[in-house]
């Protein structure tokens, strides 16, 4: 009887979509890969940011032939700096959704040990299972805590900061252009990581994470409560207004705690209905329960429960460190600018002379002795 219903099972392109969803390589079960559920309809604002990391992560991977056919490789990674609470760890995840990619996140204090030469072997491990795992997105929070600038690690155990921050160096190089692996750092001291990781190659890409301006603060107020029973009476639009300076993490703070208010009034008028049904005794039970079933105690999130929340509000980032970060970025931007090219000039508006068309023929006699040479620094 088995045997016959076995001979008549079908399977279908459904049953392997559900397995391998559901199942995991044997050699990544040591670590936690995941697929974030996290999409970019989840972040609010940052509509430049957003499109610079779907040029960086997800062009390369759905577009391929655009890349081959104009010679270029993709960037190895990129280097994520702002203000804490401003979505740099979300930011991450939904590249790792948008892509189907595995994301693979380390906390940057994870890979320190006491032990002599430890440090440097979680290192390479990490990046093992990023290679085995690909295409996946690796993500280091808290990167300053490991990428310090070298030189300056006198008493910490014979260098050890040092040494991990070469064997991080030596793994990024060491990522070929057929490992689809990209690597994503976050800090809050982008004025302590070593110059050496932020040069092209390896992060090369510094994108700013910023405080959300009046658009970004009504987008993450309403990504928050888009799953939330919200009365309409609640003016988004002025609570973005009043928030000024507030992160997103501080937003998503007020909206927690205006639906801890909703629901611990719910949970009193329940309690209450209740002592109130057992002093009437029997003769309301059949009218109670009829208007349990028409009516809601709290049905929504009312504005009383907002004004409350917004006068408990704090804000996570002081001017103090917004000026701080302006002046990184400014001077991030002036040193840019700052460059100057063989005639002494700046080459902030570099712009080629108007020559004639003997300029393709020039360009193109060196293009086949570079195609011949690995180069050492991409």
């Not at 072997?121 to 070298?150: G, H, M, T, Y």
């Not at 030189?151 to 040092?162: C, F, L, P, R, T």
């Not at 100057?340 to 004639?356: E, K, V, W």
């Given at each position: ?27 990544l079960r040591e670590t936690v890969v995941e697929v974030p559920n996290v999409s970019w309809d989840d972040i609010g604002g940052l509509e430049d940011v957003k499109r610079d990391l779907k040029e960086l992560v997800q ?180 609570l973005s207004a009043q928030t000024d300076k507030f992160t997103g993490a501080d937003l998503t703070e007020i909206c927690q705690s205006a639906c801890k208010l909703a629901i611990r009034e719910e949970i009193e008028r ?109």
């Open positions: 009887m088995c045997l016959n219903r076995i001979s008549h099972l079908n399977l279908n392109q459904e049953h392997f979509r559900h397995s391998l969803g559901v199942s995991k390589p044997s050699s062009y390369p991977v759905e577009h391929p032939e655009k890349f081959e056919k104009f010679g270029m490789s993709p960037s190895k990674g990129v280097l994520f700096y702002g203000p804490p609470g401003c979505g740099k760890t979300l930011m991450a995840k939904a590249v790792a959704n948008e892509c189907q990619a595995n994301f693979i996140s380390v906390k940057g204090p994870e890979l320190l040990t006491m032990w002599f030469g430890e440090s440097e072997a979680n290192v390479r491990d990490v990046f093992e299972k990023a290679r085995q795992a690909a295409p996946c997105v690796l993500f280091f929070d808290e990167l300053d805590s490991i990428a310090q600038q070298r030189g300056g690690s006198q008493g910490d155990g014979g260098g050890a900061a040092d040494r991990v921050m070469n064997q991080l160096l030596t793994e990024i190089d060491g990522i070929g252009a057929k490992k689809n692996v990209f690597i994503i750092g976050a800090t809050n001291r982008p004025d302590i990581i070593d110059t050496a990781l932020m040069r092209p190659g390896r992060l090369d890409q510094l994108i700013y994470i910023p405080m959300p301006d009046h658009d970004s603060r009504l987008s993450i107020l309403r990504a928050t409560l888009r799953k939330s029973p919200v009365a309409k009476n609640v003016d988004l639009t002025y329940d309690i209450e209905r209740e002592r109130m049904r057992e002093e009437a005794g029997d003769d309301m039970d059949a009218d109670d329960d009829e208007d349990d079933e028409a009516s809601d105690t709290m049905p929504e999130i009312l504005p009383t429960h907002f004004e409350a929340a917004v006068r408990n509000a704090r804000r996570s980032v002081s001017d103090r460190d917004l000026a701080q970060y302006a002046s990184f970025a400014q001077t991030l931007q002036q040193s840019r600018a700052a460059v100057t090219g063989s005639a002494g000039g700046s080459l902030a508006n570099f712009a080629f002379p108007n020559q004639s068309s003997n300029l393709a023929g020039g360009d193109g006699e060196g293009k086949d002795d570079d195609d011949d040479e690995e180069d050492l620094y991409s």
